[in-house]
């Protein structure tokens, strides 16, 4: 099984026993808490042992696409997941200390600690899933407010390329197949701007103003593998180290009309929240009922992840 690390939960509660009795409980469990993930196939276990108190929280449910993370820009819908058989909450108090992963991420439960007491969801009621972004930069060296070029506090909708990548996003907010982060300043700390027109390199399609876009002066693309180009004019060079791209005495081209991947980094969160549940004592008709338990998060990043393009 692969594990990732997640979220905290507070969780005060009422319960209703046998007599009738309302008895407040109050789980050891707070917004700080990270919870860790198990997945195996379609099954994930959302768990956390406290080592103090040694409690044990849990959820386990189907849904085979869940990783924490989504693609594209946008957050997908909070996705609801019923409670019933498939899809439980479990809480035990152990009678000793127990590592959370080796606890629950193994196929057989091991024999130590002991379960000194348990409750388990019955069926009804609901848990809500929703992924946002918590952190995301496409880490060219400009800051994402400064990508806000029309300075409406909006950064999606500034997208110089019209690739459908927002420039804060964009590791190449001109498509020329030269990385941002290489065009924004020389050695010196000036910004580039190799042709003087007023249009810094990193937004200029045609840095030496040659009349020849940068992209289609990366002669040797295709010189290893015709299917699979080498996209970087910054490596077209004459015998001082110039590139053609920034050599306006030299105007050969070839049309290429491929693009680097925008592979970025992002910190995704994903909020859990239980609706109008019902844990049952095991061996025992004393029952918990919550009309909302927000468990927690769980925090995600993902590494070299690929932002398509989107061309209208």
């Known amino acids: 099984m692969k594990k990732l690390i997640l979220f905290p939960l ?19 469990f707070n917004e700080d808490t990270n919870l860790n993930l198990c997945q195996e196939d379609n099954t994930n276990i959302l768990h956390y042992i406290d080592s103090e108190t040694n409690e044990a929280i849990s959820f386990t449910f189907q849904n085979e696409d869940f990783d924490g993370t989504f693609e594209g820009l ?7 997941i019923n409670i019933n058989n498939n899809n439980r909450i479990n809480y035990r108090l152990l009678s000793g200390e127990a590592s959370s992963n080796e606890y629950f991420c193994q196929d057989i439960p091991p024999s130590s600690p002991l379960v000194v007491e348990e409750y388990v969801s019955t069926t009804g009621g609901t848990a809500t899933i929703e992924i946002i972004i918590e952190s995301q930069d496409d880490d060219d060296g400009i800051p994402a ?21 927002p420039d804060f996003l964009d590791i190449d907010d001109d ?26 390199n990193y937004l200029d399609e045609d840095d030496d103003g040659d009349g020849v876009i940068t992209r289609y002066e990366d002669l040797n693309a295709f010189d290893n593998n015709p299917d699979e180009p080498i996209l970087n004019p910054a490596d077209d060079t004459n015998e001082f180290g110039l590139p ?9 081209s070839l049309v290429i009309d491929e693009f680097r991947e925008n592979r970025i980094t992002r910190t995704f969160r994903t909020q859990i929240v239980f609706n109008d549940i019902t ?18 998060f769980i925090q ?10 989107d061309f209208e």
């Open 244 to 252: 053609n791209y920034l050599n306006p005495d030299i105007t050969e």
């Open 74 to 80: 946008m957050p997908p819908e909070p996705i609801t």
């Open 145 to 165: 407010e400064n990508e806000d070029r029309n300075g409406n506090g909006n950064y999606f909708d500034d997208d110089e390329d019209e690739d459908g990548i």
């Open 175 to 200: 498509n020329d197949n030269v990385l941002t982060a290489t065009e924004i300043n020389n050695e010196f700390g000036v910004e580039l701007d190799t042709d003087e027109d007023n249009t810094p």
């Open 300 to 309: 995600v990043n993902s590494n070299d992840e690929i932002l398509e393009m």
């Open 10 to 28: 507070l969780l005060i509660i009422f319960q209703s026993c046998d007599d009738g009795d309302i008895i407040v409980s109050d789980f050891n």
């Open 279 to 296: 844990l049952k004592k095991v061996g025992s008709d004393q029952t918990i009922t919550l009309s909302v338990l927000r468990m927690g």
